[in-house]
């Protein structure tokens, strides 16, 4: 019997490319398949904490093995940022949070002149399990950011990231092609290994 483990996420994306990593060996359900329709708060400063607060929350409200993650793009010339807050990056300029348009919009807008365009992806993944065991892994790429968005791919800021040893960005890669080299799976199989 294969074993369940809650991803807490209902990002599509994230969800088939985890379950694409991970392959059979696990059940991954997200939040929607338990029925938890509650907005878990992401209210640490560093990824590690949101991703321990997002399984330990679901793990004690669901009473079942949770995984979760927290990604953030790290850019040099803008002293990490926007790291923990990359989702919602453009939030800070009065639009809506979540808006992966107006985030690259304020990224490329920010680096406007810049030379050193190099940046990072780091995922962490944070399991708590039934048992009340815990244990974070992370996954990194190292890339840069290009100055206009190409491909249709992916999703987040894929569009202007250009991993090391590519000319293409993660948004003109297939979902196998990213998935071999991303940050996800890195973290994914460092969890596997723990698994």
């Known amino acids: 019997m294969k074993q369940r483990l809650v991803f807490a996420t209902n990002n599509a994306h994230k969800l088939q490319e985890v379950r694409q990593i991970l392959g059979d060996a696990f059940e991954v ?10 907005d878990i708060p992401e209210t640490e400063p ?7 607060l997002k399984a330990r929350w679901v793990a004690s409200h669901y009473g079942c093995s949770c995984f979760a993650d927290d990604t953030g793009l790290e850019v040099e010339a803008l002293g990490g940022a926007p790291g923990v807050r990359s989702a919602r ?14 985030n690259m919009r304020l990224l490329l807008k920010n680096l406007r002149g810049v030379a050193d365009r190099r940046a990072r992806f780091r995922t962490v993944m944070a399991l708590v399990r039934d048992n009340g065991e815990e244990v974070t892994v992370s996954g990194r790429v190292e890339g840069k ?13 894929d569009p202007v990231f250009v991993p ?3 000319t293409r960005t993660f948004a003109e890669m297939t979902a196998e092609e990213k998935n071999a080299v991303s ?6 199989e460092a969890l596997l290994r723990v698994l």
Not at 90 to 97: D, I, L, N, R
Not at 145 to 157: C, K, L, N, S, V
């Open 29 to 38: 359900v997200s939040l929607e398949e338990i029925g938890c329709r509650d």
């Open 164 to 166: 090391e040893g590519d």
């Open 89 to 102: 990056y453009a939030a800070s300029e009065g639009e809506p949070g979540h808006d992966s348009e107006a």
């Open 183 to 188: 940050h996800r799976r890195r973290a994914t």
């Open 46 to 52: 560093t990824l590690e904490g949101n991703a321990l």
């Open 145 to 157: 950011i290009i100055e206009a968005p190409r491909g249709t791919d992916g999703f987040g800021y």
